[in-house]
């Protein structure tokens, strides 16, 4: 996303000031402005009435408290973090801008997040099978769906990883697919599967349009040809009300926790799957070991009754 388009929520004056002060101050990545900005919009929307550089000085400590306790509990663990994070933020863009008397971060609580604390939610093997029928494979739209689909059930990759694929990151001859690093995790090199180069080529040949960029998954929007540039998750949740697939979480990243799932549940070693997911530490892998269901299993006992 450019950053023409993060600034697109930035609607007040303080907004973008706070997002230049990430970008040109702090030297924050254009995502996390973004991501941040998502917490900070509704909580100057409690506050609107003071909302701008010259009011929000008569913001106070115990309103921060206040909000914080209202919102966090609605939020599970990993988005409290980032929640908790974003106002930091822009409690320390407020203090470097002279905005507030008060020293508003120091009222904004530390919530404690425990290691493993939270089980992967993915959806049932059976349940990814249906999504890859969902797919209409006589359409272009629909052979490039089911193309990054495939990936992403075959390998556990992200969705960036699968539709920011570049053609000369397939090495048809050798056998072999490449793909970039994500989120500070390793670039993988991984076998071509037979089902996977067929999907691909199928793409390539019958619906994708013959242009020169790089990537191999292209969109058509208003009449011109670029690279997919926006996720896929409102067709996806149609392909999920279409399966008739009723899951609490119903984006690609569920198809990667259930690809994990199933290699643990075939006894493959965590240190395998670490290295196929692109983890840089095993640490990252660990959370699935709560899905081990055959494993687990070998932990109950049957215990006697205890006579008084």
């Known amino acids: 996303m450019s950053e023409r388009n993060y600034f697109k929520g930035a609607t007040t004056k303080l907004l973008r000031e706070y997002c230049e002060f990430q970008l040109e101050i702090q030297s924050v990545q254009e995502k996390t402005v973004y991501q941040r900005l998502l917490h900070i919009k509704p909580f100057l929307e409690e506050y609107k009435k003071i909302a701008s550089p010259s009011r929000i000085r008569m913001l106070k400590p115990k309103s921060v408290h206040k909000y914080i306790i209202k919102q966090a509990p609605s939020f599970c663990r990993k988005y409290q973090k980032e929640f908790i994070c974003a106002l930091r933020s822009f409690f320390k863009f407020l203090e470097f801008y002279d905005y507030t008397k008060y020293k508003l971060k120091d009222s904004v609580p530390k919530l404690p997040t425990?290691?493993?604390?939270?089980?992967?939610?993915?959806?049932?093997?059976?349940?990814?099978?249906?999504?890859?029928?969902?797919?209409k494979r006589d359409t272009p739209?629909?052979?490039?769906?089911?193309?990054?689909?495939?990936?992403?059930?075959s390998y556990g990759l992200r969705h960036y990883q699968a539709r920011t694929l570049l053609l000369k990151n397939i090495k048809w001859?050798?056998?072999?697919?490449?793909?970039?690093?994500?989120?500070?995790?390793?670039?993988l090199n991984l076998p071509l599967f037979e089902n996977v180069a067929e999907a691909l080529l199928d793409y390539i040949k019958n619906g994708r349009l013959k242009c020169d960029y790089p990537e191999?998954?292209?969109?058509?929007?208003n009449g011109d040809v670029k690279p997919l540039g926006h996720s896929l998750n409102s067709t996806l949740?149609?392909?999920y009300k279409r399966a008739g697939i009723k899951s609490s979480v119903k984006g690609f990243h569920a198809i990667r926790h259930s690809f994990a799932s199933k290699l643990i549940n075939q006894e493959?070693?965590?240190?395998?799957?670490?290295d196929l997911l692109g983890h840089t530490s095993i640490k990252s892998t660990l959370c699935y070991t709560k899905v081990a269901e055959k494993q687990l299993r070998t932990f109950l006992r049957e215990w006697p009754e205890v006579k008084l």
Request: with cysteine; proline share 8%; hydrophobic share 40%.
């Open 114 to 135: 425990w290691q493993l604390s939270e089980v992967p939610r993915g959806i049932p093997w059976e349940d990814v099978e249906k999504l890859l029928l969902m797919p």
């Open 141 to 153: 739209n629909g052979k490039r769906n089911y193309a990054i689909l495939l990936l992403i059930a």
């Open 173 to 187: 001859k050798s056998g072999i697919i490449h793909f970039e690093s994500c989120k500070g995790g390793r670039p």
């Open 216 to 221: 191999v998954f292209l969109q058509t929007k």
């Open 237 to 239: 949740k149609i392909y």
């Open 268 to 274: 493959t070693p965590i240190k395998n799957i670490s």
